[in-house]
């Protein structure tokens, strides 16, 4: 079974029968697809909402045509439903004669799906413009520890709309029998874990290389016939999008490893991956993903320059990209040297070819943000989630200031062993461009994730304020003069663009929920609606003059009706969970009877970084409810009036079930 899937962005992709949520690329296959079947429930739901809404009289009602007709049709769906009247978006037409039948016809198309296109996504900004659909430790299938690794966890993850991979580089252990294992630390903090590794020499027992003899041998390979194909495996990346790739490079090995890497990735990738001999190298800024497209990226630290006890700060404030050239052909001996000062001098650890891979995203320890690397436009800062806790607590405006121009990316806590993940709307919310999750783990996380990138391609522009550079005539950059940009730099988070959200969503009926199959347990079960609103607001009541930002990391639970909610500190910045539930029914087709589920006048939302979580539950009277079918929407991306939310089940697959609901939203 294959499907085609033509979203903005995205090339013609032959999907797998089975394919995961996350990357937000199975919540589109879904919403365009037609509902096949309507159970009774259903059909007596829509058969009322047509005779209300569309039908004109009690005689009419069920069969009617005429101008009146074409009237009211025209009514119900330009303010009702907010849809074009002519040509919905996938291109259903209605016509002035429209009986029952006609009107199914339009609930069973794509057109009637609560998830709404993709708006406004301009791939013409520089990257740092951007979120990025990213994945930690991508090998993983399991546990942080003792998972197992594979390659296909590669093919997993970009099938599913992933756009930053990592990978960890070691030098292989031989095994009996001539087959490699590497000692992989699946955490900076965490110990090795055996894995299955790429033979990339077998013949190669040469002692360990300085990095000049590695930038050598590196060369001579290059300049030489290709190895002999039984000398290594060439790894096999699949994936739909055409949109840039960016790979995490975690590098350990040693430096005729590191030779050896260069090599491989130049052969394999040759045509895609990005260096500093391709035309896409214009300009003293980063460019954009539509220049960026069929490339694949590097992200790797640099061949250290030299780097002394002291700190040198005179790098200039934002230099050009051709600029930023490292000085490792004098300091890439294993020994230690000397500057003319007589000061000491770092070695390098990374091989001069390697860290020249790293064009526009070139990884620097960070210290904090007056460091010298700092300004440098291709620079990207690497933390873990608690730092970036810790430093949004101390400098949060510098944090956010930061990732409007320059790039960022956060991974889990090393303290996640079982490969949980963290809330990506707390990094989002501070202009982080790569939220690295644990695609193993269908948790909320993954859950929000499907959400922030459905039908992008895995590449999502930020909202208004959370953008630096702005875009010239024609689609060129222009730079800031000095004084705009720095009052562009001061401008707080809380004076964004925030709005009260009055938010009401009427529950009718469900089917084909992916119940068990044990006739025992179905006739058990009782099926409810749990809807939450996962939100990124500001109570700017009480703003702190510095602009620093201490926000507190609890989700609140919202009672009925709304509100503002939550108990929250005045003038803080923050994510927050609003909750409500349905009555328990019964059946895998329950009718919920159109219940009514509020949340009202809830202040400072920004619906870009909001989302709606629904959840199907089986409410056992012991134990612990189970979830059974989900799905996550962007509230900017919700569209209102009557709908069909499509639903993956719990293993985060496709399923058939559908809910069908009345959304009215207002954001004011």
């Given at each position: 079974?294959?499907?085609?899937?033509?979203?903005?962005?995205?090339?013609?992709?032959?999907?797998?029968?089975?394919?995961?949520?996350?990357?937000?690329?199975?919540?589109?296959?879904?919403?365009s697809r037609s509902v096949e079947r309507l159970s009774g429930?259903?059909?007596?739901?829509?058969?009322?909402?047509?005779?209300?809404?569309?039908?004109?009289?009690?005689?009419?009602?069920?069969?009617?045509?005429?101008?009146?007709?074409?009237?009211?049709?025209?009514?119900?769906?330009?303010?009702?439903?907010?849809?074009?009247?002519?040509?919905?978006?996938?291109?259903?037409?209605?016509?002035?004669?429209?009986?029952?039948?006609?009107?199914?016809?339009?609930?069973?198309?794509?057109?009637?799906?609560?998830?709404?296109?993709?708006?406004?996504?301009?791939?013409?900004?520089?990257?740092?413009?951007?979120?990025?659909?990213?994945?930690?430790?991508?090998?993983?299938?399991?546990?942080?520890?003792?998972?197992?690794?594979?390659?296909?966890?590669?093919?997993?993850?970009?099938?599913?709309?992933?756009?930053?991979?990592?990978?960890?580089?070691?030098?292989?252990?031989?095994?009996?029998?001539?087959?490699?294992?590497?000692?992989?630390?699946?955490?900076?903090?965490?110990?090795?874990?055996?894995?299955?590794?790429?033979?990339?020499?077998?013949?190669?027992?040469?002692?360990?290389?300085?990095?000049?003899?590695?930038?050598?041998?590196?060369?001579?390979?290059?300049?030489?016939?290709?190895?002999?194909?039984?000398?290594?495996?060439?790894?096999?990346?699949?994936?739909?999008v055409d949109l840039p790739v960016i790979v995490s490079l975690e590098v350990h090995a040693?430096?005729?490893?590191?030779?050896?890497?260069?090599?491989?990735?130049?052969?394999?990738?040759?045509?895609?991956?990005?260096?500093?001999?391709?035309?896409?190298?214009?300009?003293?800024?980063?460019?954009?993903?539509?220049?960026?497209?069929?490339?694949?990226?590097?992200?790797?630290?640099?061949?250290?320059?030299?780097?002394?006890?002291?700190?040198?700060?005179?790098?200039?404030?934002?230099?050009?990209?051709?600029?930023?050239?490292?000085?490792?052909?004098?300091?890439?001996?294993?020994?230690?040297?000397?500057?003319?000062?007589?000061?000491?001098?770092?070695?390098?650890?990374?091989?001069?070819?390697?860290?020249?891979?790293?064009?526009?995203?070139?990884?620097?320890?960070?210290?904090?943000?007056?460091?010298?690397?700092?300004?440098?436009?291709?620079?990207?800062?690497?933390?873990?989630?608690?730092?970036?806790?810790?430093?949004?607590?101390?400098?949060?405006?510098?944090?956010?200031?930061?990732?409007?121009?320059?790039?960022?990316?956060?991974?889990?806590?090393?303290?996640?062993?079982?490969?949980?993940?963290?809330?990506?709307?707390?990094?989002?919310?501070?202009?982080?461009?790569?939220?690295?999750?644990?695609?193993?783990?269908?948790?909320?996380?993954?859950?929000?994730?499907?959400?922030?990138?459905?039908?992008?391609?895995?590449?999502?522009?930020?909202?208004?304020?959370?953008?630096?550079?702005?875009?010239?005539?024609?689609?060129?950059?222009?730079?800031?003069?000095?004084?705009?940009?720095?009052?562009?730099?001061?401008?707080?988070?809380?004076?964004?663009?925030?709005?009260?959200?009055?938010?009401?969503?009427?529950?009718?009926?469900?089917?084909?929920?992916?119940?068990?199959?044990?006739?025992?347990?179905?006739?058990?079960?009782?099926?409810?609606?749990?809807?939450?609103?996962?939100?990124?607001?500001?109570?700017?009541?009480?703003?702190?003059?510095?602009?620093?930002?201490?926000?507190?990391?609890?989700?609140?639970?919202?009672?009925?009706?709304?509100?503002?909610?939550?108990?929250?500190?005045?003038?803080?910045?923050?994510?927050?969970?609003?909750?409500?539930?349905?009555?328990?029914?019964?059946?895998?087709?329950?009718?919920?009877?159109?219940?009514?589920?509020?949340?009202?006048?809830?202040?400072?939302?920004?619906?870009?970084?909001?989302?709606?979580?629904?959840?199907?539950?089986?409410?056992?009277?012991?134990?612990?409810?189970?979830?059974?079918?989900?799905?996550?929407?962007?509230?900017?991306?919700?569209?209102?009036?009557?709908?069909?939310?499509?639903?993956?089940?719990?293993?985060?697959?496709?399923?058939?079930?559908?809910?069908?609901?009345?959304?009215?939203?207002?954001?004011?």
């Amino acid at each position: 079974m294959t499907t085609t899937d033509p979203t903005p962005g995205n090339m013609p992709i032959q999907l797998p029968l089975v394919l995961q949520a996350g990357g937000g690329l199975l919540s589109g296959v879904s919403s365009s697809r037609s509902v096949e079947r309507l159970s009774g429930h259903m059909l007596a739901h829509l058969k009322n909402i047509f005779d209300q809404e569309i039908a004109v009289n009690a005689k009419d009602r069920g069969n009617w045509s005429g101008n009146q007709g074409h009237l009211n049709g025209y009514r119900f769906m330009l303010k009702t439903q907010h849809d074009q009247w002519s040509s919905t978006e996938q291109g259903y037409k209605i016509n002035e004669t429209w009986a029952f039948n006609d009107f199914l016809d339009y609930v069973s198309s794509p057109d009637f799906s609560a998830l709404g296109p993709v708006r406004d996504n301009d791939l013409k900004y520089p990257i740092s413009n951007y979120f990025i659909s990213s994945s930690h430790n991508t090998y993983l299938t399991g546990h942080q520890l003792y998972g197992r690794s594979s390659a296909e966890g590669y093919t997993n993850v970009l099938l599913r709309g992933c756009r930053c991979i990592e990978i960890d580089v070691w030098d292989g252990q031989p095994r009996d029998g001539g087959e490699e294992t590497d000692d992989k630390p699946s955490d900076a903090s965490a110990g090795p874990v055996a894995t299955t590794t790429i033979n990339l020499d077998p013949g190669n027992t040469t002692p360990r290389q300085t990095a000049g003899e590695a930038d050598e041998l590196s060369r001579k390979r290059s300049a030489s016939t290709s190895i002999s194909p039984t000398s290594r495996c060439e790894p096999r990346v699949l994936h739909g999008v055409d949109l840039p790739v960016i790979v995490s490079l975690e590098v350990h090995a040693s430096l005729e490893q590191q030779a050896m890497m260069v090599e491989i990735m130049r052969e394999v990738w040759a045509g895609m991956l990005l260096d500093d001999t391709c035309k896409e190298i214009e300009g003293d800024g980063l460019p954009s993903p539509q220049n960026l497209r069929k490339k694949i990226l590097v992200k790797v630290r640099p061949a250290a320059a030299i780097t002394t006890v002291k700190e040198d700060t005179s790098s200039p404030a934002r230099p050009p990209v051709r600029r930023i050239e490292s000085n490792t052909s004098q300091s890439s001996s294993d020994e230690s040297m000397s500057p003319p000062d007589g000061k000491k001098v770092k070695k390098s650890k990374i091989l001069d070819a390697l860290g020249k891979l790293g064009v526009y995203t070139r990884s620097y320890h960070f210290s904090n943000f007056d460091q010298p690397e700092a300004s440098f436009p291709t620079h990207i800062f690497s933390l873990s989630e608690k730092a970036l806790t810790d430093v949004r607590e101390t400098h949060g405006q510098k944090l956010f200031s930061h990732n409007r121009n320059f790039l960022m990316r956060v991974y889990p806590h090393g303290f996640r062993i079982s490969s949980s993940n963290l809330n990506p709307v707390m990094a989002w919310r501070d202009g982080v461009q790569m939220v690295a999750l644990n695609w193993q783990s269908l948790d909320k996380g993954m859950a929000l994730n499907e959400g922030m990138f459905a039908r992008t391609g895995g590449w999502v522009l930020k909202p208004p304020g959370y953008r630096g550079e702005t875009l010239g005539p024609n689609g060129s950059r222009q730079q800031q003069q000095q004084q705009q940009q720095q009052q562009q730099d001061e401008i707080p988070r809380h004076s964004m663009s925030r709005r009260v959200l009055n938010f009401v969503i009427r529950i009718y009926a469900a089917q084909d929920l992916p119940v068990p199959v044990d006739p025992d347990k179905l006739e058990n079960f009782r099926p409810c609606v749990k809807c939450r609103l996962d939100l990124q607001r500001y109570d700017n009541s009480n703003i702190n003059p510095d602009h620093s930002q201490s926000p507190s990391m609890k989700s609140g639970a919202g009672g009925g009706g709304g509100g503002a909610g939550g108990g929250l500190d005045k003038g803080n910045d923050r994510a927050e969970t609003l909750t409500e539930r349905s009555k328990t029914r019964k059946s895998a087709n329950p009718d919920f009877e159109g219940e009514r589920l509020a949340f009202k006048s809830v202040e400072g939302v920004i619906e870009g970084l909001s989302f709606l979580r629904i959840k199907i539950k089986d409410d056992r009277r012991m134990g612990r409810d189970e979830m059974v079918a989900w799905a996550c929407i962007r509230l900017d991306r919700l569209k209102s009036g009557y709908r069909f939310v499509r639903l993956l089940d719990a293993r985060g697959q496709e399923c058939k079930g559908v809910l069908l609901v009345k959304i009215d939203k207002e954001a004011r």
